[in-house]
Nanobody, 126 residues
Framework: QVQLVQSGGGLVQAGGSLRLSCAVS????????MAWFRQAPGKEREFVAG????????YYADSVKGRFTISGDNAENTAYLQMNSLKPEDTSVYYC???????????????????WGQGTQVTVSS
């Protein structure tokens, strides 16, 4: 079965960096749509970044453009979210998500994704 296991969260000061990892088993992530979402307390889950690695397509929420980068390592079957210039408003639980074989384009709706990681906390202090 398909499983996504996340790592790399933690506490960082404003202006710092973190890299989140999402290790995929049961499916080659590079053949499917991959995305990162986040959910802060009291708020809805929101799209952060997405990619279809095989065609080199990437998409970002306006709030993270220029600061976050989505990428992957095909040999390790792992996706990453590099987060630079972190701000307190980036504090959230971050989730990775993977589409199924029917998904062709990166979607911003969480309902479009079939598989999810367990989530990891990112806290950015002032």
């Amino acid at each position: 079965q398909v499983q996504l296991v996340q790592s790399g969260g933690g506490l960082v000061q404003a202006g710092g960096s973190l890299r989140l990892s999402c290790a995929v088993s049961g499916r080659a992530f590079s053949s499917y749509v991959m995305a990162w979402f986040r959910q802060a307390p009291g708020k809805e889950r929101e799209f952060v970044a997405g990619m279809r690695w095989s065609v080199g397509s990437t998409y970002y929420a306006d709030s993270v453009k220029g600061r976050f980068t989505i990428s992957g390592d095909n040999a390790e079957n792992t996706a990453y979210l590099q987060m630079n210039s972190l701000k307190p408003e980036d504090t959230s639980v971050y989730y990775c998500a993977l589409g199924d074989h029917r998904m062709v384009l990166v979607a911003r709706s969480e309902n479009a994704y079939a598989y999810w990681g367990q989530g990891t906390q990112v806290t950015v202090s002032s």
